[in-house]
Each structure stands twice: as C-alpha cells, then as structure tokens.
C-alpha cells in the first residue's frame, strides 16, 4: 500500500467540503498561494513530497501531506478525485507535473489550475486539457517591467490585450468631471474606479470629479492603457 505522512488536526481523508482546495506542491509558489488562500478562508490540503516542507506547514493549512502526487493510489487515499478545485503549483519537475495533471483529468476534476515554468511546459498541460495553466514568474516579470517603463502604480493584464492599470489623475483633467473629461473618447480606455486621498476606492461615475493627487483604476486594451498611464507623468 502508498504510504503518506499526514499532518494536521483533520484527516482529510474523510472528504473534501465544497469549500476545499488542493494545492500539489508547497514551493514557494504553492506555499504563498496556500497560505493566501486561507487567509480568505478556504480549507486547504497541501501536498508535497519534502517532509520539512510539510513539518514547516504543520498548522498553517487545515491539512497538509508528505505524500507522492504522481502515485495514483496516493491521490485516492486523500480524496483527491472529492475536490472541485485543485492547484497543481509543482515547478522544479515538470515530469511530475504532467503526471499529476494527467492523473486530476481522469478523475474529471472540474477546475484545475496548473503553474508552467516555461512556454514548452505550458503547452503540454494545455495539450492536455488543463483549463487555467499560469506563468507566476513570466507574469510578476512582465507586471514589473509595465510598472518600471510606465508611471502606472501597478499593472494587471487581464487577457492577452486587455489589461488594469493603477495610476494616478493628469493634472489636466483635476476639477473635471469624469463624463467631461474624455478620458474614454481621447485615450480609449474607462476609468471604473477611484480613490481621493485619505479616502477609499469608491466606483467612478459620469458625476465623479477628478482631483489632483487621485489615484485611478483605468481599463483598456493594454497598449492604451500604457500609454494613457505615461500621459500622467
């Protein structure tokens, strides 16, 4: 029989609830994505094959097991096949993060999201079916050189040429209303959302007066939403 170590009060064993999420794999990546999601309070199986990995987790997650991933057996054991969500955030071997995901697809796991660490692996789990495969390094580097090259605050694409933009108001358009503004008309792009200083976001309207020294949300295709943000500095 598999053998698996499991630590934590609960055996997750006995099923997984609606509320549960597996992550395979407590890397950096895979810890830092298992931790955030309790803090939103999930109920977290976390599965790694190092022991003070595991250990160091103990805990921190509502399970979390020393254990084989790529071991069919294994994954059965702790109820994996139960879940309706799981991550597969395995990266330093992309062998064993191709037989994990092969492994969620036969048990017609509904959502599977599944980190690549390069465009070849990434194109193996989407071959394989997987419907949300993510790049963190590729992505953080890509959020970085928007934020480095722009004036934006921060920068998040959306789609492949969609993208939000954090920024701050052009001194031009201060003390105007937004639907005067022609923000959207002259620049293509749709401030959702603001925040005066010293106060919260609040949604952007038609009647929302811009104001020096507010921070914006701004939507658009990503090239516009660039070139918009560098229009503030």
Request: proline residues 3%; negative net charge; aromatic residues 4%.
């Amino acid at each position: 029989m598999a053998k698996h170590r499991i630590f934590g009060s609960i055996d997750p064993t006995r099923g997984a609830s609606p509320h549960s999420i597996a992550v395979i794999g407590l890397g950096r990546f895979g810890q830092s994505l298992a931790l955030e999601l309790m803090n939103d309070g999930a109920e977290v199986l976390g599965i790694d094959a190092r022991e003070d990995v595991v250990q160091s987790l103990n805990g921190r997650l509502t399970h979390v097991v020393m254990a084989d991933a790529t071991n069919e057996q294994v994954l059965r054991q702790l109820s994996i096949p139960e879940f309706d969500r799981v991550v597969v955030a395995i990266g330093s071997d992309i062998q064993a993060s191709i037989l994990v995901t092969s492994l969620l697809l036969r048990f017609s796991i509904r959502r599977i999201w599944a980190k690549a660490v390069s465009d070849a692996h990434g194109l193996i789990l989407e071959q394989l079916g997987i419907p949300h495969v993510v790049y963190p390094e590729k992505d953080m580097g890509r959020r970085v050189a928007h934020i480095v090259l722009g004036s934006m605050q921060d920068f998040i694409e959306i789609d492949a040429d969609f993208a939000m933009v954090k920024t701050e108001v052009n001194p031009e358009h201060a003390g105007m209303r937004l639907g005067d503004s022609g923000i959207r008309r002259n620049h293509g792009v749709t401030v959702s959302s603001v925040k005066h200083r010293g106060a919260a976001w609040q949604p952007a309207t038609e009647d929302t007066v811009l104001q020096a020294g507010d921070t914006i949300l701004v939507t658009g295709p990503t090239r516009q939403a660039e070139r918009f943000s560098r229009a503030t500095s």
